[in-house]
């Protein structure tokens, strides 16, 4: 099996260049002649917004697309990958946001796809075994090599992607956006492992737009910005606010003012919910939670924790098997969205383009979608056009939906301007109970800061928000409170305002706020 | 009603469903194949009766039952070529292509036989049934189970084949693989739809062999959409074998022994009326897929594979 390693090319790689690389779509020049370079044994940081081009220039550098123009030098020589296959055999790994893991299959299994076997057409997994165990070992990376893939938790999966790279004898190693479904202990302990890696001379490239990270972990940074290069240094007295310029072009507010606003009776009640998945396991364990208007409650927690779950059955698009949802002092636990709808509630879904939109549908039918039978949009069964036009144009200009036109399809807005047409959407009826799942993943800094305002502004009108979202600076930015959930259970809720990353990631890592609280002792400020 | 009960007519039961589960694990365990990997196929009716006809002929004309086997894999193949060509390559929808392909196949089995044999039903000499030695003397069960004819054996056979394939080689994990997360196979240098056209086309030859089974190997004639369903209770099937080819084993012998079962109804003159007795093995195909849930549910299933920009 060892001879899996390299086969073609036992050359170690030094010095990687990525030299005026080109690389368009259909309308889109994704890179415009964008340069890199990264040494043996450093950790390089590719810093840009979404859609700034990184992922696009990393799949080139992996062989998934190839390049309009430019050249990619390994040791000062140019080489060509016109698969993935030509990538890995020249020592280059890549772990994806979106794990490439198949998850019914095992660990092993996983390691072993699309690797020769020794034993001709029969599997070797026990060779397979013995080789990443050595891996485990050298790079402390602990997982259980028999269990199925969907039994792991997200940090787990993580390792076999880096196993499964060094595996095949991968010399630099990509990761595109590795810390973003970790917990801060993750994050550090994942740390820990790129830093043996680099110490063992692997070069690595790391894709991130969370500054505070690529500061801390990198010998050098690269921003990428609207598909050209802005810049490559060594980070040296690097501060955020310098690269979140670079980044976004402009300078950026990272912090919020917060005016105080008085909260307002009760206006969502959860008690003791129960939510399954759609293999009838439970998600969702016994939660209770209230929201009153004028606060936003933060919800934290790693990707998968029943967050999903959580949402579906407070917008009604997911029965519980138990407990009670109470909205405005309605018992609206079986109902359907559209009875959430008539009490009030708005809900911005965690996929955008799935629940929020539909696709082929333009702006004006995008923005009536829930309220088309009612008045002013249609009377009689009959839509009411002028009405919709000027509803629709408002709202567009209020805020700040960049479209030529209202019959624009909306598939073709960017991810951005679909999320601030749904937040109008929603926002324009005025609700008093607000879900917002992830309102701004895959959205740019600049219309970050434009939703998180609006949500900001929401909250002084009364509105209960609730915050689901996997993005912890996101949620202390915004929330007056923060509650945690772990497999699908509440750790806790915790004063956004007096609370610590280190408390909430060991919360969020599953050890309840009591128990954190004796850790702490005084440190720990929690209310009740 | 005494008659079902006693021995004989059970074990003559048994022993036909034995025999009727042949058509259900050749398709079923190239149908299952097909959704391993992916593919949606819902041709399997129409290339079991190419098959079917395909090979009544060339043994109509040579007397060599080996000969017909072959053609009947050979027209397998190019009809699964044909899906694969419109359904990877071309990205059609599955369902609608599997469809028309059925038809297809329908309509060209019943041409052929039109314009070649006039249409006139006519026999060949099956494959003669071979019992185990010692095996078939046990009484009621060595009639029951070890004295069928080679395609019978086959079948059976052919499940741990199946499942060695599935689970023990590497051909094996790329198909599980692909059918479950293609965007993964695809970064680790598996070429996706090169193992998809593989099993498409395994599909296709064991489904045309399944259509030889009624002409040389069970009924030894051959009439017009003589399958009757069988291609898609095998779709069926393989939903509810959970996609592993030991729960093709136990569907297959479920549903020959609700067609056994019926069957002997009817030559016994129960009074149900026999179309209600028909409708049997098929209502089970229905409850089959309302309660099917399996994790083994290959995600990719039905799915066309492009490289997105995501």
Known sequence: MALNQKPHMAQHIRKLQMVDITKRFPGVLANDRVNLEVNEGEILALLGENGAGKSTLMKQLYGLYKPDGGTIKINDEAVEFHSPTDAINAGIGMIHQHFMLVSNLTVLENIALGLKSSRGPFLDLDVVRKKTMEICEKYKLIVNPDAYIWQLAVGEQQRVEIIKALYRGADLLILDEPTAVLTPQEVEEFFVILKKMAAANHSLIFISHKLHEVIEISDQIAVLRDGRSVSQERNVNLTKTDLAEKMVGRPVVLQYEKDSCPNIGLRLSIQDLCVNNDWDEERVSNFSLDVYGGEIVGLAGVSGNGQRELAQSLSGLRKPTQGKIMVNGKDLTYAGPYEHNLAGQSYIPEERNKEGIVKDFNISENFILEDHDKEPYSRHSFFNFPNITNKTQRAVDNFTVKTPNLNVMIKNLSGGNVQKLILARELERDPSVLIAAQPTRGVDIGASEYIHRRLLAQRCKGTATLLISEDLDEIRALSDRIAVIFEGRLMGVVDAAAVTTQQLGLMMAGIPRDEVKEQMGEAFAAIS | ?310
């Not at chain 2, 036989?113 to 006519?122: A, N, P, S």
């Not at chain 2, 291609?231 to 056994?260: M, T």
């Open chain 2, 1 to 310: 009603m005494h008659n079902l009960l006693n021995a004989a007519t059970l074990f003559g039961i048994v022993g036909m469903a034995i025999k009727l589960a042949m058509p259900y694990l050749y398709a079923g365990l190239g149908e299952l194949f097909d959704q391993a990997a992916g593919v949606f196929n819902l041709g399997t009716e129409g290339i079991m009766l190419v098959g079917a006809f395909s090979s009544f002929y060339v043994v109509y004309l040579t007397g060599n039952l080996g000969l017909g086997v072959l053609v009947a894999a050979g027209t397998g193949f190019l009809m699964a070529v044909l899906m694969a060509l419109i359904s990877i390559t071309f990205k059609a929808p599955q369902g609608i292509s599997g469809i028309g392909l059925t038809m297809f196949g329908t309509g060209l089995s019943s041409l052929l036989f039109k314009t070649i044999l006039d249409g006139t039903v006519l026999s060949v000499p099956g494959f003669p049934d071979v019992p185990v030695p010692l095996l078939s003397k046990i009484p009621y069960i060595g009639d029951a189970f070890f004295n069928h004819n080679v395609m019978v054996y086959g079948a059976y056979l052919l499940v741990p084949v199946a499942a060695l394939v599935l689970y023990k080689t590497t051909f094996g994990l790329k198909v599980r693989a692909v059918g479950q997360n293609p965007q993964a196979a695809d970064t680790l240098g598996v070429n996706v739809n090169l193992i998809r056209y593989c099993c498409v086309c395994a599909g296709g030859i064991l489904s045309g062999i399944a259509g030889a089974t009624f002409t040389l190997a069970n009924i030894n004639m051959f009439q017009e959409k003589m399958t009757n369903g069988t291609g898609f209770i095998a779709v069926a099937l393989v939903y509810f074998s959970g996609w592993k080819p030991q729960g093709v084993l136990a569907g297959a012998l479920l549903f020959s022994f609700v067609n056994a079962f019926q069957l002997r109804m009817q030559v016994l003159g129960i009074e149900i009326p026999s179309d209600i007795a028909m409708m049997l093995p098929y209502l089970l195909t229905i409850l089959t897929l309302v309660f099917v849930k399996s994790r083994d549910k290959p995600a990719a299933l039905a799915v066309p594979y492009e490289r997105s920009e995501n």
